[in-house]
């Protein structure tokens, strides 16, 4: 971070104004998720949502992960933690999200989307409310009820995710200023993007590694000559 | 130290004593922990929760390795092909030499009582082309797969034919086939099994007369979807010429005590073991359904992971199973040697075995039997018997397991314990241990125990009594929690209101 960005968060952490503006913000995601297409439309257009909310709602979805697959009763979530990479779980909320940003404005910026992309970072991560909500609460109830009973965790888990998929639908629309259908095929494009993203990235990391080990080589062979 | 030769000649012994000395000696140097077994380990493994390979102690080790010249004979075995043990009588089928062996217990080996090359049938005699298996029912006749002749044979006692099973003259058979019998059961009431190669229907029933009566066990077809688009794409005169769709075929069976016939069977699909839908195992009702318990982690079906490795690849494949008294079956993989052993419950108890040239470990096997909790593995390419006898990890595993099965699940839990001092790493006792518990009524220490297994559902059992105990301890605290998150916001909004309306007034 760069002395002058070093400066002004500082600035911001001791102004009481700046908190003020955070805690609304992030309250704010309460209200948007129980009446999202207001609510995502004021979110960016009206400046409700706050880049710093949207940052924490997406440190707590990647904490809520971690959380549950430590706290989460073994009865509903079995994990092999001799092949768990706590910052590869994380990782796994995180890269998506950020993929997905990148492949939906490239695309939705050539067809007349309004959002740029913190816009649409932030619909995003405030479309993961709910998967905060409901999934951390979620951990302590798995651990009072059998597995009888696990209906109960299951029917609640899979709400959280549909509420989410419904809000990014919901975000997307009215960052956008999209119709529904058009929402959906750009949603749907976005996901052939994100796969062209991780293509691309795989090419070039196995293409560098390639190059490293010639190099590599190289350098071996050498060695054994001279000596 | 693993290096001596199976089938210990007369002439070798001198020197394999000394060479025994010799290694023992070495041993003691390198490893005195390892000298002190006093027998060659074995390979022994389980698989755990997440089907990664657990070492486990050997549940059973080498006790003798013989063959046709520790029995005296001067012909050596020529793929042999079966094994049969009833009572004190191991009868050995000895296919290329067109005999069966009849020995008998003689201390701790086998000392052989007759050699059986034919019968007396009427005036004529008649001779044994080729047999394949044999089976002995209790008043001690004899059925024979005289699979050369195209027969199969049932003699008395005495070797005198009493019956000939031949190639039925039913529709249901097709006649253009020829009739070879490659295994025979019969059960209690005289019936007679026949499982012939090149039918797929199941398994031959002939009734106590020798009348053919159909077939049960037939395997229901299965194709998949790619065959069913395979078959709409091809013309008619390309159909004809594929192979049909056939059920697969059974390669050995067994029958237990009960009269359940176990079978095994060798043509499936791998991908079709995971999901169960191969079934390499099955135990055959009367009615030919397949009734064998599941309850463990993974499916009876050998390895649950398989790899390509020491030149061998895919999925067991099993050659012949066996099931002792207290219901554990033990089946025998032909691919890489090894001995996977089932409880009743379908969970695994030991695997052991494996494909070479030392004791313990096989080149082609090709049949087991059991005697008591001894274990007897025929190795038709070394024309070998390898008997194991179980440790005393094996047989505390069978002891806890029989204590279970006779309701004594405190004594269960006890020998399930002492299975855990040797094995910290057998998820089955832990199981075990945990239901005694629970039965004992320590839901937390049982909880403990379940957990460890990855058992949820007896956990869930655990756990709930566990709750129902803590809520009723607690019941005071509850109700204040209660009372304070309904009641008193409720209080206090009125007496607001109530302070308001004063005011106002």
Redesign the interface.
């Known amino acids: 971070m760069s002395a002058a960005g070093r400066e002004t968060l500082i600035r911001h952490l001791g102004s009481r104004a700046w908190w003020q503006r955070y805690g609304a913000s992030l309250r704010y995601a309460l209200h948007a998720i129980v009446r999202p297409f207001d609510g995502f439309w004021d979110l960016t257009r009206e400046r409700r949502g706050s880049m710093a909310a949207a940052n924490t709602i997406v440190l707590l979805a990647m904490l809520t992960r971690v959380l549950s697959l430590q706290y989460t009763s073994f009865l509903f979530m079995r994990v092999n933690w001799a092949r768990v990479n706590v910052f590869t779980e994380m990782l796994a909320i995180l890269l998506p999200i950020l993929i997905w940003c990148v492949a939906n404005w490239s695309l939705t910026t050539l067809f007349e989307g309004k959002g740029r992309m913190p816009d649409i970072y932030m619909g995003t991560a405030y479309a993961l409310t709910p998967y905060v909500l409901i999934q951390l609460p979620l951990i302590l109830l798995s651990n009072v009820v059998t597995v009888e009973e696990g209906a109960i965790y299951s029917v609640l888990s899979s709400i959280s995710l549909i509420w989410c998929g419904f809000l990014i639908v919901v975000a997307m629309m009215m960052i956008h200023d999209y119709t529904l259908g058009k929402t959906l095929a750009f949603m749907v494009m976005s996901l052939f993007g994100m796969l062209v993203i991780v293509f691309l990235m795989m090419l070039f990391f196995s293409l560098i590694s390639d190059g490293i080990a010639y190099l590599v080589s190289l350098y071996k062979e050498l060695t054994f000559r001279l000596y | 130290m693993r290096s001596h030769h199976r089938g210990i000649g007369e002439d070798g012994k001198a020197r394999m004593a000394a060479a025994l000395l010799a290694c023992l000696l070495l041993a003691c140097l390198l490893t005195p922990a390892a000298a002190q077994v006093g027998y060659e380990y074995q390979y022994s493994y389980t698989y755990d929760?997440?089907g990664y390979i657990r070492h486990a102690p050997d549940a059973y080790r080498v006790r003798a390795v013989f063959n046709a010249g520790d029995l005296g004979l001067t012909t050596p075995l020529l793929t042999p092909s079966s094994l049969f043990m009833k009572g004190e009588r191991l009868y050995l089928v000895d296919s290329g030499n067109h005999r069966v062996l009849q020995l008998v217990k003689d201390g701790k080996g086998f000392r052989l009582e007759r050699e059986i090359t034919g019968f007396s049938d009427g005036a004529a005699g008649s001779t044994l082309r080729s047999p394949s298996d044999v089976f002995v029912t209790d008043s001690g006749e004899l059925f024979i797969c005289d699979t050369g002749n195209e027969r199969v044979v049932k003699l008395d006692p005495d070797l005198n034919l009493l019956l000939t099973l031949t190639k039925p003259t039913d529709e249901t058979f097709d006649q253009r086939l020829a009739f070879l019998p490659t295994r025979v059961v019969a059960d209690a009431t005289g019936r007679a099994f026949v499982l012939a190669r090149n039918v797929n229907k199941g398994l031959a029933k002939f009734e106590r007369d020798g009348a053919f009566t159909g077939f049960i066990g037939a395997m229901p077809v299965s194709y998949s979807l790619t065959d069913q688009i395979w078959r709409l794409l091809s013309t008619r005169q390309q159909r004809d010429q594929q192979a049909s769709f056939v059920p697969t075929e059974f390669d050995n069976i067994f029958i237990d005590a009960r009269g359940f016939i176990y079978s095994v069977t060798t043509t499936f699909q791998e991908y079709d073991l995971l999901w169960d839908n191969a079934r390499p195992i099955r135990k055959l009702n009367a009615l030919g359904d397949d009734i064998l318990v599941k309850n463990g982690e993974f499916p009876p079906i050998g390895d649950v992971d398989w790899g390509v490795a020491a030149g061998y690849s895919g999925p067991a494949r099993f050659s012949d199973i066996t099931v002792l008294d207290n219901e554990v079956y033990v089946a025998l993989d032909k691919v890489r040697g090894r001995l996977f052993g089932y409880d009743d419950q379908g969970r695994n108890l030991f695997i052991f075995g494996g494909s070479g040239n030392m004791a313990g470990y096989f080149r082609g096997a090709a049949s087991i039997e059991r005697d008591g909790y001894e274990l007897l593995v025929l190795d038709s390419l070394e024309g070998s018997v390898t008997v194991f006898e179980p440790t005393e990890y094996g047989r505390l595993i069978y002891l806890a397991t029989e204590q279970y099965q006779r309701g004594e699940y405190a004594l269960s839990a006890e020998s399930w314990r002492r299975v855990l001092q040797l094995n910290g790493n057998f998820e089955l006792a832990y199981i075990g241990v945990g239901r005694a518990l629970l039965r004992g009524e320590q839901y937390e220490e049982a909880m403990r125990y379940f957990?460890l297994a990855?058992d949820?559902?007896n956990?869930?059992?655990a756990?709930?009594e566990q709750?129902k105990i803590w809520v009723e301890r607690n019941i005071t605290w509850l109700f204040a929690l209660v009372v304070l998150v309904l009641v008193v916001p409720m209080a206090v909004g009125r007496i607001r209101k109530i302070r308001r309306e004063l005011g106002e007034a």
């Open positions: 929760y997440w957990k990855n949820e559902r956990y869930s059992k756990f709930q709750r």
